[in-house]
């Protein structure tokens, strides 16, 4: 018997990545922005729109010359980066990807520290990358000797680390950046993953600020967050120039659309506005955090607009009894723990309601 379509043997039975997308009232589940651009914002990008809609009959500026430099223009708030060393694609799940394509590959490893994001392996085994994860502490940072210790005994050629870590908030400690960047040498690429990395707390420094020590350090960001542009889809990065070259070999030719560079573009003129929602997102992140520990829940130390928290004996019970009054957050992370993404106030409100009352009809 021949099983059909003739798929990857490593592929088979596999399902697609997704969380559930369900029609909720309130939806706490993917770390999405809970404010849509403003009026003025949406003006802008239907504009810049309806001029790129003139000339669609082109392929679009191959090289995003204008992105990139609107880009590196706004990530030279945290350290200097020029429009060489920005390189931008249709997510940073894509330039990830991207990465590994340039970078991994049969005979290469990559390595993270679990738990982390779920979408690393799945860019590793769709690149026939070796996939090898070392272990956080308890309080879920990573200590300095164990990855000294993965590094050497691995020798990666990627190292994917997201800060705020993904689904536990964790932020990386600048010594970890550090020691990874020189255990792995340039032999190999550290990809500091900082798709959060607006929200983080302040004192809490970006990786970026590291770019200029190492030229093996990659700092990725995305626009779905921040930018509350998740339906964008747009992600970027900053690195050494010779970086994005090496990644121009593996793109493919026009991969952001004229309509993408457009709309991008004009969400970045508008980014004080967008940011400002974002400290608004902080503090109701803090607040959170704050009511759950009041609560008697534990919850790990947040630099993201999610949170992780827990621990429960039956987190499934906890994941179905929210949904069943209209609350959807997401039920992953390590056992016994949820996380919930920071929504409005008004939101917060609902999921505080709907937890005490889940939590008192628990056996
Ligand atoms: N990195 C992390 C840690 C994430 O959580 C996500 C999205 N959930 C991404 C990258 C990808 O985001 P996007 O492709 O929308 O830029």
Redesign the pocket.
Known sequence: MVDFPPLREELRGIAPYGAPQLDVPVQLN??ENPYGPSPACVDDIASSVVEAARTLNRYPDREFVALRAALADYLSRDARVTPEMVWAAN????V?LQLLQAFGGPGRTAVSFAPT?S?YPEYARDTSTRWVTGRREDDFSIDLEAARVLVAEERPSVVLL?SP??PTGTALAPEVVTTLCEAVGESGVVVV?E??GEFRRSGTPSALEQLSAYRNLVV?R?M?KAFAG?GL?L?YLAADPAICDAIRVVRLPYHLSAVTQAAALAALRHAPELLGKVDELRAERDRTVAWLRGEGFEVADSDANFCLFGTFGDRHAVWQGLLDRGVLIRETGPDGWLRVSIGTADEMAAFQDALLHVMKEMP
């Open positions: 993917v770390n997510g940073s799940n894509e990830m994001y979408m997201p870590n993904n993953d798709a959060y990725t995305t779905s998740a889809r992600g």
